[in-house]
C-alpha cells in the first residue's frame, strides 16, 4: 500500500542526510555565523556534542519577527530565486540547517540585531516550533542544541566515542579557521579548551595547530588568474606524508574536495622528483560563482567546476611557481 509519510517522518529522513553527526550540527551552525559576518565565533560542547553543542557569534542576527520563521525548513534569507543559485557567495542556501536540526533535538535559537532592545528566543523540536519570548541576550546570534538524535536511536549506533565525536569537531572547526582568518574561534568540550584562535593574523598558530612543528617551513603560494585565484601554503619537496588527508581544498570559502585539483597538487611536486608520497597544506581557490556548481549533495563534497582543465593547468603552476621561489629562497638563506 502506498501512503504519504507523516511530516515528522519526512523531516527525520531529509534531516538525516543534513545531520550525520554531532560535527554536522557544528558545521551547519558555524557556517550560519559566518554567513552573518561574525568576528567571533564559539563552539562549546558537552558529551561529545550529543549532550550539548553551543555555537554563538556576534554577527548580524536576526530580527525579533523573523526567529521563529528561520527555523523553517526551506526558510532562508540567502536566495530569492531560481536564477540565484548561479550567484551564491553565501556557505547555506537551501534553508535546510536549523530545520534539519530541530528534527533531530531540542533546539533554542537566541538572536538578537542591532535594532532590537532585547534577543528573541524560540525553542523547536521534531516539527514543533514555539512561541518567540523576549530574553536577555547580547547582539549576534546563540543556538543550543541538546540530546541530539535521542529520538533517532539507530542513528545514535552509528556514532562513536564521544572522544571521537568530539575529535571530529576539532578536526573540522580547526581546518575551517585556515579559511576565516580575519576571525576569531574558540572550542570548549565539557568545560575545557581545546583551543583558541584570536580574530586577525594569528596564520602561523592556525597552520601549527592544523599541520604540527614542520608548518614552519611551508611555503606561501599566492597567484592570480583570470579564471582562478590560488593562494596558500604548501609543505616543501621531500616534507611530504604517507596519505593526501592533509591536503585541504578550499574552494571560494568552502572546504571541499577534488580529486581534479588533488592531482594536480601531487603533480605538482613531481618536478621536484617526490614519487609516492604526498605534499601536505591548505590551498584557496577561487572561481566566479558561476563555475562553480553548488547543487551537489549537500554530503557530497567533490567539487564540480565547469572549466576543469583551467583550474587545474592554474593550481600547478602557481605551486610550481611557490616551490621553485621558496627553494630559491632556501638556498639564498643557506649561502649568506
Ligand atoms: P540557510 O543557511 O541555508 O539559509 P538555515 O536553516 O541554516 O538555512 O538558516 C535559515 C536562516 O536563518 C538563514 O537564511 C538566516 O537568515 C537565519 N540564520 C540562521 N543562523 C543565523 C545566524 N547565526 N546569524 C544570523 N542569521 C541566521
Ligand atoms: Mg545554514
Not at 556576534?58 to 530569492?80: C, E, N
Not at 619537496?237 to 585539483?261: A, K, M, Y
Not at 621553485?324 to 643557506?334: D, F, K, Q, T, Y
Request: aromatic fraction near 6%; glycine fraction near 8%.
Amino acid at each position: 500500500m502506498i501512503r504519504v509519510l507523516d511530516a515528522e517522518t519526512i523531516g527525520q529522513i531529509a534531516a538525516g542526510e543534513v545531520i550525520e553527526r554531532p560535527v554536522s550540527v557544528v558545521k551547519e551552525l558555524v557556517e550560519n555565523a559566518l554567513d552573518a559576518d561574525a568576528t567571533r565565533i564559539a563552539v562549546r560542547a558537552r558529551g561529545g556534542g550529543l549532550v550539548e553543542i553551543e555555537v554563538a557569534d556576534d554577527g548580524i542576527g536576526i530580527a525579533p519577527d523573523q526567529v521563529a520563521l528561520a527555523l523553517r525548513r526551506h526558510a532562508t534569507s540567502k536566495l530569492d530565486d531560481a536564477a540565484a543559485l548561479t550567484r551564491i557567495d553565501t556557505l547555506g542556501f537551501r534553508g535546510e540547517g536549523l530545520a534539519s536540526i530541530a528534527a533531530v533535538a531540542r533546539v533554542t535559537l537566541i538572536s538578537r540585531t542591532v535594532h532590537a532592545d532585547v534577543a528573541t528566543a524560540v525553542d523547536a523540536f521534531g516539527e514543533e516550533i514555539g512561541e518567540a519570548r523576549p530574553l536577555a541576550g547580547p547582539l549576534g546570534t546563540r543556538v543550543v542544541v541538546r540530546d541530539l538524535f535521542a529520538n533517532v536511536p539507530v542513528r545514535r549506533e552509528y556514532l562513536r566515542s564521544s572522544g571521537a565525536e568530539f575529535g571530529r569537531i576539532a578536526s573540522w572547526l580547526a581546518t575551517l579557521a585556515l579559511a576565516y582568518p580575519h576571525v576569531g574561534f574558540s572550542l570548549e568540550h565539557d568545560g575545557k579548551t581545546a583551543f583558541t584562535f584570536a580574530p586577525g593574523d594569528d596564520m602561523a598558530a592556525r597552520l601549527r595547530h592544523v599541520f604540527g612543528m614542520q608548518s614552519s617551513t611551508m611555503v606561501p603560494v599566492r597567484s592570480h588568474e583570470r579564471h582562478a585565484a590560488v593562494s596558500g601554503w604548501v609543505s616543501s619537496p621531500g616534507d611530504d606524508r604517507p596519505d593526501r588527508r592533509n591536503q585541504i581544498l578550499f574552494v571560494n570559502g568552502r572546504l571541499l574536495r577534488s580529486t581534479l585539483v588533488s592531482g594536480a597538487w601531487s603533480a605538482a611536486y613531481r618536478t621536484f622528483a617526490m614519487v609516492g608520497r604526498h605534499p601536505y597544506g591548505v590551498l584557496y581557490l577561487q572561481v566566479p560563482p558561476n563555475e562553480l556548481d553548488p547543487n551537489v549533495h549537500p554530503t557530497k563534497s567533490d567539487v564540480r567546476l565547469r572549466h576543469g582543465d583551467r583550474v587545474v593547468g592554474a593550481v600547478k603552476d602557481a605551486i610550481v611557481t611557490a616551490l621553485r621561489r621558496g627553494a630559491v629562497e632556501r638556498l639564498e638563506r643557506s649561502i649568506s
